[in-house]
């Protein structure tokens, strides 16, 4: 099948159907765009015509055995897989997908304590039990980096009835952990490996960046192609590896989170995508690549700045580091991440990938040009130039120990619950995440006991003005927890339902 990598089945598909000029007596309501005449003058009538629903001749994403299906099984071959799903509810849903296909209520997987909000979603659709693994940090960058080897199979000694292992590789930084490490260690349990990949879409497809998630021997994976390839937003692919999975059993779940009238837009996106990163991958980021290492060696050069750069790999949690984000430290400047984007904003018409209270990062992707990357050189160049540096925040104490699970996360959510003031939380069992930047690492997790280490912890953090995300009150001066006679009243009554 290789040499139909240049082919594009699905998009080739829609353009035969406009092709036979058919006059559509279905949805979308807007009729190819004639309905909604000011978006389709924007956008175009193309683009408004190919806004199509399933139809004979271009597939149904539940049960696709014609175009569609072609598609996917190139997909699978470009990334090593040996299945892949096209995603149009993005990759949440095929991260939530993993989750509900291998745990039942109960089951424990093993994942890092920074996994994405989905994963949470995740728990709580499946009923899984988190066994939670802390993530090394980057302490001069105050970032979260991966987990270890050595962890994971402390974890799977301690919890051998483990049903999978979750890891996210690589991170939003572009650190990785080692992942074909995790992986040996995993199988030598017989438990499998689901990969949050979200931001290596791009790694099958040069020498040069880490191994892909299946290439490191991976089970499942869902990658978000949009992110750092060329396909739309909210479009992802979801890779199968056979062997402690069955494929069926995974695209049954996936049914269950996938829409029923998929955006086509977003299907041709990703059949294109594969199609170019599959033909032309190798030349494409031997370009993207030299662009990021030109961009890098400028801004080592500015005083002020620091890179987080090769220096990083072989610290714990930093087996690789993905070359095409930079992230860049500016407190040297005397400002903080959040400052420096808006600068970057509104003073240079440049818009950063994300911003921490140390950091900004930068993607250096297929869209970019040696124009656009001397345009970030220079804004952040005279960015330099013009700060008076000054102190900021610099202070990130010890994380607090893991609090003790007290209910599992579905439980937590379909709980009764009620607010109370933080400063009184102390022995509530929380109904909210909490989650520090720096680093990126949930303090609390919904089921989880509220303890006063964490209550002091987060005054400490809103006295340096750290970024705190998670709970309804943007003050965090309250919080949502269970009402503990309503959640033992559910536990009787659970219990009782089992006898």
Request: proline residues 7%; hydrophobic residues 45%; glycine residues 8%.
């Amino acid at each position: 099948m290789a040499a139909q990598q240049n082919r594009a089945p699905l998009f080739e598909a829609v353009q035969n159907y406009l092709a036979e000029g058919i006059i559509p007596f279905h949805v979308p309501g807007h009729k190819q765009g004639r309905g909604l005449p000011e978006l389709t003058a924007y956008l175009g009538s193309r683009a408004l015509a190919m806004d199509l629903t399933c139809l004979p001749g271009l597939d149904n994403i539940f049960n696709p055995h014609e175009a569609l299906a072609e598609a996917q099984a190139l997909a699978a071959e470009a990334y090593g897989a040996d299945y892949a799903y096209f995603l149009v509810n993005g990759t949440t849903s095929g991260i939530q997908a993993m989750i509900m296909a291998v745990c039942q209520p109960g089951d424990k997987i093993i994942m890092p304590r920074n996994a994405h909000k989905s994963a949470l979603g995740g728990l709580i659709m499946s009923g899984a039990r988190p066994i939670y693994l802390h993530p090394e940090v980057n302490h001069e960058f105050g970032i979260s980096t991966g987990i270890t080897p050595e962890k994971v199979e402390e974890a799977l000694r301690e919890h051998p009835d483990a049903k999978a292992v979750f890891v996210v590789y690589p991170n939003y930084y572009g650190t990785a952990s080692n992942l074909p490490a995790i992986v040996a260690v995993a199988h030598r349990y017989g438990v499998p490996v689901l990969v949050d990949e979200a931001h290596g879409a791009h790694f099958a497809f040069h020498p040069d960046l880490p191994p892909s998630s299946m290439e490191a021997g991976a089970d499942l994976a869902a990658v978000s192609t949009h992110k750092l390839l060329g396909s739309l937003t909210q479009s992802s692919m979801l890779l199968v590896r056979e062997g402690l999975l069955d494929h069926r059993h995974v695209k049954a779940v996936l049914n269950l989170a996938q829409t029923t009238s998929p955006s086509y837009l977003l299907l041709c996106s990703l059949d294109l995508a594969r199609k170019q990163a599959a033909t032309q991958g190798r030349e494409i980021f031997t370009r993207v690549l030299s662009l990021a290492e030109q961009c890098r060696a400028a801004l080592r050069q500015i005083e002020g700045l620091r890179l987080l750069d090769r220096e990083a790999i072989g610290r714990p949690g930093c087996w690789a580091l993905d070359p095409s984000k930079i992230v860049v430290n500016v407190t040297g400047l005397g400002l903080s991440g959040y400052e420096a984007e808006a600068i970057l904003r509104h003073r240079y018409g440049l818009q950063v990938e994300l911003s921490d209270l140390y950091n900004l990062l930068f993607l250096i992707t297929v869209g970019d040009t040696p124009e656009t990357v001397a345009a970030l050189i220079a804004a952040l160049r005279d960015l330099a130039e013009v700060r008076v540096p000054r102190k900021v925040c610099k202070y990130t104490p010890p994380l607090p120990s893991l609090p003790p699970v007290a209910a599992l996360p579905r439980e937590a959510f379909y709980s009764e619950t009620k607010i109370v003031p933080l400063e009184e939380a102390a022995g509530e069992i929380s109904a909210e995440a909490i989650t520090a930047y720096p680093p990126g690492i949930p303090l609390i997790c919904p089921g989880e006991l509220i303890t006063q280490e964490i209550i002091d912890y987060v005054n400490v953090l809103k006295r340096e003005n750290a970024d705190l995300q998670g709970l309804e009150d943007p003050e965090f001066n309250r919080i949502r927890v269970l009402k503990k006679v309503a959640y033992l009243e559910s536990q009787a009554w659970a219990l009782a339902g089992s006898t």
